[in-house]
């Protein structure tokens, strides 16, 4: 019994945090340049002040769509043209189980960085950062969960 009751102990402290950035392009080489972007701003805004696993690119599968077109709108149904349409997709993948990003979350935290910001305001500005990055073609989906294990 003793050993199960330290093993619920050890679970209600721990914590997992995660943040994911999700890529959606038609073009490779667009999605590459987004998520290095994205890398640098974060890197700017948050690994002097807490330490993180290193991020985890997930690449997921390509979505192909087909469709076909009839070239003339006549008569002549044999004469088709097939066109596809192939979206990429990454993951970028930030998790901490130190419980570090909830600092970042939380408003009532009056600690100040060298430039005077709240870690608040620190995590607002990463976001704004983000939505306002010049990307063509690429979409941005940015989800941050957590669980507690209690």
Known sequence: MSCLNLR??????????????????????????????????????????????????IPLPKLQKRFTVLRSPHVHKKSREQFTNITFQNVLAKNSKEGLFYHFIKIKSKQLDKKGLTNFERFRLFLFAIKNLEMEGVQIHLEFSWRNLK
Do not use: G
């Not at 679970?11 to 340049?33: A, G, P, V």
């Open 8 to 57: 619920q102990n050890e679970t209600e402290t721990e914590r997992s945090y995660h943040l994911n950035l999700t890529y959606r392009s038609f073009n490779s080489n667009q999605l590459k340049k987004a998520i290095l972007q994205t890398n640098r701003i974060y890197n700017h805004y948050f690994t002097k002040n807490i330490t993180l696993n290193k991020a985890k690119v």
